[in-house]
């Protein structure tokens, strides 16, 4: 445990957290590329001309973008709803990320609420905690807007939204993301971000785009936290 981790953690007063990456692994059963592919299949089903780029797009939250381009509202909602049905199905099956329970339940015990901040679908997260016990340790969820993918992070929105809830300023809280819209949503919200590196490319990734922090196990937070608590 850093100091730095330390240090930023006791000047918090609620923890941001992101959902995929941090807390489970959504599609670690239902994998992104099928889900992404059959989102893809539904646009060319409804003679939608699909770009070279997207066609080859793994990522399904890239794909809900680019369907937000088309300038075709009820397509978008048809995109949106196929996706919040797939990762329901995707939650199901989710693996949980090492020591993701840990800091969410030394986070509680620190004293310190915690808001999950995904670009994933509310009713997806609140399935997996639900399955895994660990809806009673969540304040509040501030998921995807519907069928609104500009608000997503690095959209600011979602945070102000989450620290609001928790009637914190953006400043007296911290966010944990694994990734770079992560950190660039959180620094567009004024938000200290501790940048978890899940995998190693990402250390030199998240230090370059000046994390406040970067770690690279849970186990490093929740650690910190349970010095905290108490």
Known sequence: MSDDLRTLLARSRAILLDFDGPVCSIFGGHPAPLVAAELLNLLEARDVDLTDDIRSETDPMEVLRWSATLGQPELLREVEDALCRAELLAAESAIPEPYGREVIVAARESGRPVAIVSNNSAGAIEAYLKAHRLAGHIANISGRAYAQPERMKPNPEPLWRAATALEVEPAASVL????????????????????????????????????????TSMGEIASALMSLAG
């Open 176 to 215: 944990i993301g694994d990734s770079l819209f992560d950190i660039e949503g959180a620094q567009a919200a004024g938000v200290p971000v501790i940048a978890y590196a899940n995998k190693p490319p990402k250390v030199q990734r998240f230090t370059d785009a000046s994390a406040d922090v970067v770690v």
